[in-house]
């Protein structure tokens, strides 16, 4: 089974900021990695897929990139609405899997 | 309206069942893998198990093998989830999702299972 390994586990920011989360797994997953926002009360929400591929709709602050093990998920300006969690995911085989997430809060 | 409705949960005692309903509406519902992921209030998404389109192939997380069958109605539209078995762990809210290539892209709001005598 494949575990990803998700960091930090939670992070403060301010508006403005720029954030990056990583996420480790524990093999080669070929770029077979989704990036999720959760707000609460909410389901979650795909903003990244195939590590780097940008949703239609989600604004361009938002970028993802890696490949292997190792992947990246940015927001290079924070925005009030970006204060949420967020999971990578991988599809690479089964069973899938989740990061344990990071939460974002406002600093 | 292209959307996922779960229903289903409720508050059931350990070693019981349950069975969770996912109506999809306004798309080609057989068309898709459908899942069931869930997630303990306050902590992190756990993938359970997903279906494909006319439901010969099944795939099931380790936790709940055995105990969880998904299953699907493509005449109803529906996908389902039978909870057997249960225990306090598998305390959680339940959401269906639908899958467009590699990813999750539609999601219910999801339905909460709380097992507790």
């Known amino acids: 089974d494949i575990q990803l390994t998700q960091s930090p586990s939670s992070l403060s920011a301010s508006v403005g900021d720029r954030v990056t989360i990583t996420c480790q797994a524990s093999r080669d997953i070929a770029k077979n990695l989704n990036w999720y926002q959760q707000k609460p009360g909410q389901a979650p929400k795909v903003l990244i897929s195939?590590?780097?591929k940008l949703q239609i709709g989600v604004p361009p602050r938002f970028s993802g990139g890696g490949s292997g093990t190792h992947y990246t998920f940015t927001i290079s300006s924070l925005q009030p609405e970006d204060f949420a969690t967020y999971y990578c995911?991988?599809?690479?085989?089964?069973?899938?899997?989740f990061g344990q997430g990071t939460r974002l809060d406002i600093k | 309206e292209v959307q996922l409705v779960e229903s289903g949960g409720g508050l059931v005692q350990p070693g019981g069942s349950l069975r969770l309903s996912c109506t999809a509406s306004g798309f080609s519902f057989s068309s898709h893998w459908m899942h069931w992921v869930r997630q303990v209030p306050g902590k992190g998404l756990m993938w359970v198990s997903r279906i494909n389109g006319d439901g010969t192939t099944i795939h099931d997380a380790d936790s709940v093998r055995g105990r969880f069958t998904i299953s699907r109605d493509n005449t109803k539209n529906t996908l389902y989830m039978q909870l057997s078995g249960l225990r306090a762990e598998d305390t959680a809210v339940y959401y269906c999702a639908r899958q467009f290539l590699g990813y999750f892209d539609l999601w219910g709001r999801g339905t909460l299972v709380t097992v507790s005598s």
């Open positions: 995911q991988h599809y690479d085989n089964v069973p899938i899997s």
């Open positions: 195939d590590s780097s």
